[in-house]
């Protein structure tokens, strides 16, 4: 079955400290590949995707993530972080199929302390 | 409109009751999917809608939960004779077309408690 796996459920950090956040998902054919953030208070937003090309993408607020096919991983990465950054992070994919339908992981909840 | 709208933010009900729960989605967005976050839990796909029909219902976790869609509109998310278990909350995202690069955008959800 398809799957997402975060491997943090929570993370602290300082501000300017660097934030890796792992997302390893499960399923053999041709995915799109989305982190999505949702501040406190507010809804879910996109913070970036892939669907082909440069695994490496960039997002907003400095945020980007590699899409490692062979390790079925989209790692999310900001050098620097902020206390504007506290937020949830879910790692999702979809099968890049008609359907569209998205398969979320747990969540990472990041708390940055000023 | 602006965004995807969701209503009513917060329910609370009491067990066995029915419930509906109300998505609007972007104007021209064709698809539109319902999600349930539990708990500690990350997002739960429902029931996928492409225009007035539910291509995709895999996701609904029982026959007391129901879907409709208006055209390519508001949708309707029912469920019958709530449990505890269905405490959780309903999001709704809106995509323009569902076979493109597009992206799927949220709305602030529905918080549905079941006492």
């Known amino acids: 079955a398809q799957s997402v796996s975060q491997h943090n459920h929570h993370v602290i950090l300082s501000e300017a400290a660097s934030l890796e956040l792992g997302c390893n998902y499960s399923?053999?054919?041709?995915?799109?590949l989305f982190w999505y953030v949702q501040y406190p208070g507010q809804h879910l937003q996109l913070l970036l995707k892939?669907?082909?090309?440069?695994?490496l993408v960039k997002g907003i607020k400095g945020f980007e993530a590699e899409f490692i096919k062979s390790k079925f991983s989209f790692n999310l990465r900001k050098p620097s972080v902020q206390w504007s950054d506290t937020a949830e992070y879910f790692c999702a994919f979809d099968r890049g199929s008609t359907l569209g339908r998205l398969y979320f992981g747990r969540g990472t909840q990041l708390t940055v302390w000023p | 409109g602006a965004g995807v709208s969701q209503s009513p933010s917060n329910k609370v009900t009491e067990k066995g009751k029915d419930v509906e729960l109300r998505c609007d989605p972007i104007?021209?967005?064709?698809?539109l999917y319902w999600y349930r976050q539990r708990l500690g839990q990350g997002l739960e796909f429902l029931i996928y809608?492409?225009?007035?029909?539910?291509?995709?219902k895999s996701g609904l976790p029982s026959d007391r939960f129901s879907a409709e869609r208006t055209g390519e509109s508001v949708s309707t998310l029912t469920i019958q004779r709530t449990q505890q278990e269905d405490s959780a909350v309903y999001l709704c995202?809106?995509?323009?077309?569902?076979?493109?690069?597009?992206?799927?955008?949220f709305g602030p959800g529905t918080r549905l408690t079941v006492l």
């Open positions: 104007s021209g967005h064709t698809a």
């Open positions: 809608f492409q225009g007035n029909s539910a291509p995709d």
């Open positions: 892939y669907f082909s090309g440069d695994p």
């Open positions: 399923y053999g054919g041709t995915v799109n």
């Open positions: 995202a809106s995509k323009k077309v569902p076979t493109s690069t597009d992206t799927q955008y």
